[in-house]
């Protein structure tokens, strides 16, 4: 029997599914025996592993497939990725980190410093 393109497709994204509800939504499995194993893991994966895999989980489907509904599932792994990347990143440095003279976010003009004293 031969198995089309958009049955491997599919087969695919569920799989990727389920790996992502057993990385993300552990409290699903703390009914087997796997559970607690998998929360314990799950939680030791740092963000640019999870990147990593979500960008990977986008593209084999839509290249297997092809359908419209292949691409919107591996947009929504795209997103997920695009949102562990923003993690990974992390947050913008402070002034002095950007080589500013100033204090954080506030402009070295408005500092308590140049204010004139009467």
Same mark, same amino acid.
């Given at each position: ?35 607690? #194993?998998?929360? +314990?893991?799950?939680?030791? &994966?740092?963000?640019?592993?999870? =990147? @990593? !895999?979500?960008? /990977? ?13 292949? #691409?919107?599932? +591996?947009?929504?792994?795209? &997103?997920?990725?695009?949102?562990? =990347? @923003? !993690?990974?990143? /992390? ?28």
């Amino acid at each position: 029997a031969v198995v089309s393109t958009q049955s491997t497709g599919g087969i695919f994204m569920v799989c990727a599914g389920v790996v992502v509800l057993m990385l993300e939504a552990t409290f699903l499995f703390l009914f087997l025996d796997i559970g607690k #194993w998998l929360d +314990s893991k799950s939680d030791k &994966i740092r963000h640019w592993q999870k =990147m @990593v !895999l979500y960008f /990977g989980f986008c593209v084999p489907a839509a290249l297997i497939c092809g359908s419209a509904t292949s #691409w919107i599932g +591996s947009i929504g792994f795209l &997103i997920a990725g695009m949102a562990y =990347m @923003v !993690l990974t990143i /992390g947050p913008k440095g402070d002034g002095h980190s950007r080589g500013g003279g100033g204090g954080g976010s506030v402009p070295y003009s408005r500092q308590m410093d140049d204010i004139p004293t009467a």
